[in-house]
């Protein structure tokens, strides 16, 4: 009978992942993201593998074909003309053959691939695919260290808050007041189109991720000079935890394939991150915090991005430190893990990234726990996902205290994580 019930819900994931996919890429959403999201494909990859493994292969292959010649790979491909987003092509102006944004989004493609890899039935097929990927991911991995940390100490900022991916957390309110909102082009919105403005990030906040476009547009998009001109400069846990996670997968996985030296340039980055994240931490939270570089100070915001750390291999007691804080986080919450401390008077459970529950982080989150032992916090996180799915359906994000599914709908990374959820929980 349980299986049955599970068998029905992969089946349902699956419709929403078949549903979203364009043929090489896959789509967040209709209507509300209709182009190719850089780390949503990487993790829809991992759901499209339990059916078919040549096409998650394609997902990933498909947005590295579109990695700028100086590395970065950017946040959104523009596919196909579409307007029901803004801000389109454009207004990115990024002058590429193909048109895309011209930030980056968490580097989870390591990851995904090394996952892929491990698990795959048909290794041949997975030795040769993974192989032509390596130096991409390895030139991408380059990048962020070169343009993003440029005095080379160990973590890499992010400059617009779409790149962390959690695009309007109370950790950026603080110095976003730093961003001016001056000359901003007129501009109307169509997310709020597709979904309850009550759940979006505010106009306040639209008018100074254009401003921070605007800006970095004004500047040629030249990665060189970015980092340096921007006022919103923030390290972020979360964001530098999956890409050391990823540089330490894509080691592993080298060293299997042979290739030697991006193993270890890769080692070596990972080895550096997990050093220096020892200065984002808090006991008073008990989890890391966003450091602001501009000031150099550390954001007194517990966010999600401060627990996703255990997805790397931080220091053994940092990890019991945030199970026991997600447990002591589990006591307020009916779904875990809300992406804001629910004791900060600034969360809100139903809008965007300050508070409610995502099944992305969640996943990363309960694979760091697992396999550092803490399984028992690890199986509650993915029960509580578990049940958001079966009472609220595919959503993009989850209120924490009711369950109430919000954002947009027939999520693919959602389905995805699903999938993920249900095999691994069998
Ligand atoms: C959006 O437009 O909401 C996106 O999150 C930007 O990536």
């Known amino acids: 009978m349980i299986s049955l019930a599970v068998n029905e819900t992969i089946a349902r994931a699956v419709e929403v992942l078949r549903e979203n996919d364009h043929g090489d890429y896959t789509i967040p959403t209709k209507g509300l993201y209709p182009f190719q999201w850089n780390w949503d494909s990487c993790l829809t990859a991992l759901g499209l593998a339990h059916y078919d493994e040549a096409r998650a292969w394609t997902e990933i292959e498909t947005l590295f074909a579109h990695q700028w010649p100086d590395g970065v790979v950017p946040h959104i491909v523009f596919h196909v003309l579409n307007d029901s987003y803004f801000p389109g092509p454009e207004i990115w102006r990024t002058n ?9 989004q968490p580097a989870v493609a390591g ?16 030795a040769e695919r993974a192989r032509a990927l390596l130096p991409k991911i390895d030139a991408w991995h380059r990048w962020f260290y070169e343009n993003r940390d440029p005095r080379g100490e160990g973590l890499v900022a992010i400059i617009h808050p779409w790149e962390s991916g959690r695009d309007n957390s109370i950790d950026w309110d603080d110095a976003f007041e730093r961003v001016p909102t001056e000359g901003v082009e007129a501009y109307t919105r169509r997310d709020t189109l597709h979904a309850d403005p009550a759940h979006r990030p505010t106009k306040a906040q639209y008018d100074r991720y254009l401003w921070l476009l605007q800006h970095f547009r004004a500047l040629g998009w030249d990665n060189a000079k970015l980092h340096d001109a921007s006022p919103f400069q923030i390290v972020d846990p979360g964001f530098n935890a999956i890409l050391i996670r990823s540089a330490a997968d894509l080691a592993d996985l080298a060293e299997t394939l042979g290739e030697m030296e991006i193993a270890k340039a890769n ?9 220096a994240m020892e200065r984002l931490w808090s006991d008073a939270h ?11 100070k550390l954001v007194d915001s517990a966010s999600v991005g401060g627990i996703l750390p255990v997805f790397s291999a931080i220091p053994k007691p940092r990890i019991a430190a945030i199970a026991a804080t997600i447990e002591r986080i589990a006591g307020k919450a009916r779904y875990i893990v809300p992406s804001h401390d629910l004791d900060d008077p600034r969360f809100d459970a139903k809008r965007y990234w300050r508070g409610p529950v995502w099944l992305v982080v969640n996943y990363m989150i309960a694979d760091g726990l697992a396999a550092s032992g803490h399984t028992q916090v ?4 993915t029960r509580s996902s578990v049940d958001l799915i079966a009472e609220s359906g595919f959503a993009e994000y989850y209120d924490p205290l009711s369950g109430e599914p919000l954002g947009g709908g027939r999520f693919t990374w959602t389905a995805a994580m699903v999938i993920e959820f249900l095999k691994s929980e069998r």
């Open 96 to 104: 590429r053959p193909t048109a895309t944004s011209g930030i980056t």
């Open 378 to 381: 690890a199986q509650r996180i």
């Open 111 to 126: 990851f995904a691939v090394r996952r892929l890899f491990d698990r795959a039935k048909d290794k041949e097929l997975a």
């Open 267 to 275: 080692r070596a980055r990972a080895e550096k991150g997990l050093l």
């Open 286 to 296: 008990g989890q890391y915090l966003c450091l602001d570089r501009v000031i150099g």
